[in-house]
Every structure is written in structure tokens, then in C-alpha cells.
């Protein structure tokens, strides 16, 4: 598996990781039971944070894709399967059908960030 990162693009770092290895995963050329690098030498081999690439393997491992162990990260048993589920384009879907109801019901875009981020504290 190749992963290449464009820090130009707008689609944050950790993004790109993600999406790259959830579509290696999901087109087969990480198998699972299949090895994943370590964290800080993926890091060093893509000129990057190594605390990016813990954040984006967390994300995978939330999703199923991945797991981790004392042993290191490996592809999850049923990664191809997760690997089609995105929770963040769900989440994404969800709040944008959320927001176009309040806009429907006449709330400026201020007033549905500041619910929002009050929402998120409680």
C-alpha cells in the first residue's frame, strides 16, 4: 500500500490517512490480520506528526478498521466490512438535514453555531 499526503489539499492531514487506508482496506491490498506501521515510523516516512497519525489510527480503530493490541496495529478481521460504513460523512449527513430545518424555521447560521456549541458542552 502506497499513501501518498498533499498538505495543499484542503482535506486535512489525518483525513487523507484515513480515507487512504479505509479505501486500502476496503479494495483488498491491506488484508485483514495484515500488519499496520507503527505509528512513529509511518510518521517519519510521511514527513508528518506522529500525534497526526495516532489521531487518524484512533479514528480507524473507532470505525473497526484497524485494531490495536500491546503488539502493534493490525488490519481488523472485519476492517472490509467497517471499511464501508463512514461515521463521519453519517454525522455529517445528520447535522446538515438538522441545519437545514432550523434555516427552514428562519435561524441565522449564528444562531445554529452557537446551539451547536452548546450541544456539544452538555
Known sequence: MHISIDERLPEPVFSQLVTQIREAVRGGQLQPGAPMPAIRQLAIDLRINPNTV????????????????????????????????????????????????????????????NSFVSAMRD
Open 54 to 113: 495516532a489521531k487518524a489510527y484512533r479514528l480507524l480503530e473507532r470505525d473497526a478498521i484497524i485494531e490495536t493490541g500491546p503488539r502493534g496495529s493490525f488490519v481488523h478481521q472485519e476492517g472490509k466490512k467497517h471499511s464501508k460504513v463512514d461515521l463521519g460523512a453519517e454525522a455529517l449527513a445528520a447535522i446538515a438535514q438538522v441545519v437545514a430545518v432550523l434555516r427552514r424555521k428562519g435561524l441565522t447560521d449564528s444562531e445554529i453555531r
